[in-house]
């Protein structure tokens, strides 16, 4: 289900000041990380190389004060994966300030794994003279000032031998640094000229750099040739002595073409391709495109109607490609006669998704949708969206899951990703995958009712709070993880709830509008057209869930005849609007309407001493800790598990699995759960196994002892699972 944007380095968060660098008298060198210093640019540029392919951690360390480029040499050392050094380039420098540009290799065995690998690593770094000498202070953005305004390409496809390219990419050039941009290590090039000019270039360590002259309009024009691959395939039966592969792919990860990053909002524009390839197979462009056969060559020719920025090339000389008009969209199914579904059957499914999303949220954009069956991706369904495609393996059997193993749609999910796909800067992974996540429970309301939604958002909270609570928050992890699809999803949610559908929508359209128009499209971007439908600014509602590694941890308790809020995380408060439920002793429940925005507040109650309970945001419209539930006692005959030693339960509640204990003819487990609803499975002899394990409760474990627990908000517990900060790596 996860959008093939990987994401890119925290290195958006910085901003490269001015293209013509103050003259800086340096402050101290740093006494740590990226402390060691060099007489000259170009020996600190050797030293920083030389670290990066020897074996000292710290060495490398002393020179580098970049984290997360820290982080792209310590795994490979870890991982006791080769390493080389590309380019070292002096690319501007003055008396005191110079900016390098420094390549590496992480050997991955393919030129787009490797670019992928060091995507944080290989860029520009600024340095600066101090004293004793010169040192690195930071990692700049590869996309400072420089724009991929758009790109022509003509490609011509040998399967399973190699493409070869011919590219013309409008360019803004800045910077007095060049243009630097990621491309897969492995690509030839064999003409490259600026406005028609011969430029110097190098590649290497997943980055061209190009001496493109500072300029406001130029055309980069590159010719260049990349492998393909994809292997002749045994399981499609080929004619004897056919060598060739019946399909392949070149996938948008696999930065076949210049890209800045997965979250550059400066690489966004329209883009035509155009691809010959034998007229025996079909082939995707993931943009709307046309094909004609003449000679025994089709020619495809793919043009983006909204702006874009990766681009895949997916073929199979098996497809039987269909097109249908569906409520206006144009939908396109390139699949296989021995894919699960119909293309009348997939339309019959993408219907009321268009319907429901198109009534709240306008779109899709554009008005194409592509379903691509890439026996690449092996036996496996619906996971990934590139473009205007969604993505399926061989295997795609269910759209919607039900039940012990669901709630999920995720057929809803990748349609979806059209309204959020050009997202930008260090939340992008949020702004696609929680967006989709979020879709899929509008389409879950709309047709299975509000308790399928419910069940849902419990799923993706359990999901959060093992996962993610207490370890890592969105804006400090911008690659693509687990918190962006769980927390992700609870923030569209919680602006839903706060806003009301009819506002929520009315901000969500003018979000989206950006993305259409090719403008930012980040975080901030998305509070604003928030807080435009609220009428309000919700700046202080909506940061600390980006920005924090927790969750509120809310309070209330009746004292006399105050009610007192606190929220004791350790983070600075929250801004939380909050319901809070008051039960009382002659019957019946009053609300409260507070917004806690300090440490603790204070209310008073008209008949305080009558109140026996207080409950907190009782309908869950926050993602809080949660304080009431219930002890669970889940039990198994021993006859289902006779003579085993071992039994216990995994559930999505906990990481590791609990242990039963024998209690006559029965294994018992007593479970302090907080309201929500749980998957478990009983495990016997280690199987199946614990989520910490990489297990899945819900789908690993034998039908017949997987369960589902729904619990109600009946006792207070002081030690409730599931609990986040259980998972430290
Ligand atoms: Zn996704």
């Known amino acids: 289900m996860r959008s093939a944007r990987w994401t890119a380095a925290a290195a958006a968060v910085f901003t490269l000041g001015a293209c013509s660098p103050r003259v800086l008298v340096g402050p101290p060198p740093p006494v740590r990380a990226g402390a060691a210093t060099a007489p000259t640019p170009d020996s600190l540029a050797a030293q920083f190389l030389n670290g990066f392919i020897g074996n000292s951690l710290a060495a490398f360390d002393s020179v580098d004060p970049d984290s997360l480029s820290r982080a792209v040499m310590h795994a490979a050392v870890q991982r006791k994966m080769a390493r080389e050094a590309n380019t070292r380039r002096v690319v501007w420098q003055n008396a005191h ?21 060091v995507r944080h690593f290989s860029g520009f770094y600024e340095a ?25 390409m003509h490609v011509e496809l040998v399967p399973g031998r190699d493409i070869h390219v011919e590219d013309t990419i409008s360019i803004v050039v800045g910077s007095d640094y060049g243009l630097a941009v ?9 003409r490259l000229r600026v406005d028609g000019d011969s430029v110097a270039w190098s590649l290497g360590g997943g980055v061209l750099w190009v001496a493109a002259p500072k300029r406001d309009h130029a055309q980069l024009t590159m010719s260049y040739w990349l492998r393909d691959s994809s ?129 709240r949220f306008g779109g899709p954009y554009p008005p194409y949708i592509a379903a691509v069956e890439d026996r690449g991706l092996g036996p496996r369904g619906f996971m990934v969206r590139m473009t205007d495609a969604v993505i399926s393996g061989s295997k795609a059997d269910v759209l919607v899951e ?84 769980s927390k992700g999803a609870w923030i569209f949610h919680m602006f839903n709830d706060l806003l009301g559908d009819s506002a929520f929508d009315r901000g969500i359209r003018e979000y989206v509008q950006r993305q259409a128009d090719g403008k930012t499209a980040g975080y901030q971007e998305l509070i604003t057209a928030m807080s435009h439908a609220a009428k309000r600014d919700l700046t202080s509602f909506a940061m600390p869930w980006f920005t924090e590694k927790v969750v509120p941890d809310v309070r209330a308790e009746v004292s006399g005849r105050r009610l007192v809020v606190s929220q004791v995380q350790a983070t600075p408060p929250f801004d939380l609007p909050l319901d809070i439920a008051l039960t009382m002793a002659e019957g019946g429940t009053i609300h409260r309407r507070v917004r806690l925005t300090t ?36 039990e198994l005959p021993v006859s289902r598990a006779a003579g085993d030693t071992a039994v216990a339960i995994v559930g999505d509640f906990t990481l590791d699995s609990v242990p039963a204990t024998r209690d006559g ?43 589902a627990i729904e619990v109600r908000p009946l006792e207070p517990l002081t030690d409730g699972l599931p609990k986040g900060g259980t998972f430290h790596q």
């Open 402 to 485: 039900l039940g012990i193993r669901g709630p999920s749609f995720v057929l809803a999910h990748e349609v979806s990703h059209a309204w959020t796909m050009n997202a930008t800067g260090p939340a992008a992974n949020m702004l696609r995958e929680g967006w989709a996540t979020f879709a899929e429970s509008v389409m879950l309301r709309a047709m299975y009712g509000q308790a399928v939604e419910q069940d849902y958002w419990n799923r993706l909270r359990n999901g959060y709070m093992l996962g993610s609570e207490d370890r890592i928050s969105i804006l400090g992890n911008p690659d693509n993880g687990g918190v962006h699809y």
């Open 231 to 359: 292997r002749p395939s045994h399981e499609v039966a080929a004619a004897p002595g056919d060598s060739t592969p019946a399909y392949g792919e070149f996938h948008n990860t696999d930065a076949w073409h210049p890209f800045f990053d997965y979250n550059s909002a400066n690489d966004l524009g329209p883009a035509t391709m155009t691809v010959h390839l034998p007229a025996e197979y079909y082939l995707t462009t993931t943009l709307p495109q046309h094909d004609t056969v003449a000679g025994g060559v089709r020619t495809v020719i793919g043009q983006s109607s909204y702006p874009t920025w990766l681009l895949s090339l997916i073929y199979d000389r098996d497809w039987r490609p269909v097109s249908t008009d569906v409520r206006g969209v144009q939908f396109v199914t390139f699949t296989t006669p021995a894919f699960h579904f119909s293309h009348d059957s997939l339309a019959k499914e993408l219907r009321p998704i268009d319907s429901v999303l198109n009534a």
């Open 665 to 707: 003819d029965k294994w018992v487990v007593t479970l302090p759960l907080t309201e929500g609803r749980y998957v478990y499975s009983w495990q016997i002899n280690g199987k199946p196994r614990s989520i910490i394990k990489g297990g899945n409760p819900g789908t690993d474990g034998d039908s017949t002892t997987t369960g």
């Open 182 to 190: 990621r491309l897969n290590n492995d690509v030839r090039i064999t």
């Open 97 to 117: 300030h110079a900016v390098l540009l420094l390549t590496g290799t992480v050997k991955a065995g393919n030129g787009g794994d490797e670019a992928n690998l």
């Open 128 to 152: 600066l003279q101090g004293t004793p000498g010169w040192y690195i202070t930071r990692q700049l953005p590869i996309d400072s000032l420089d724009y991929l305004h758009g790109q022509v």
């Open 599 to 634: 440490r603790a507040d204070t209310v008073l109650l008209g008949r305080s001493d009558s109140v026996t309970a207080v409950h907190v945001d009782p309908a869950h419209h926050l993602l809080l800790q949660r304080h009431w539930g219930q002890h669970v006692r889940l």
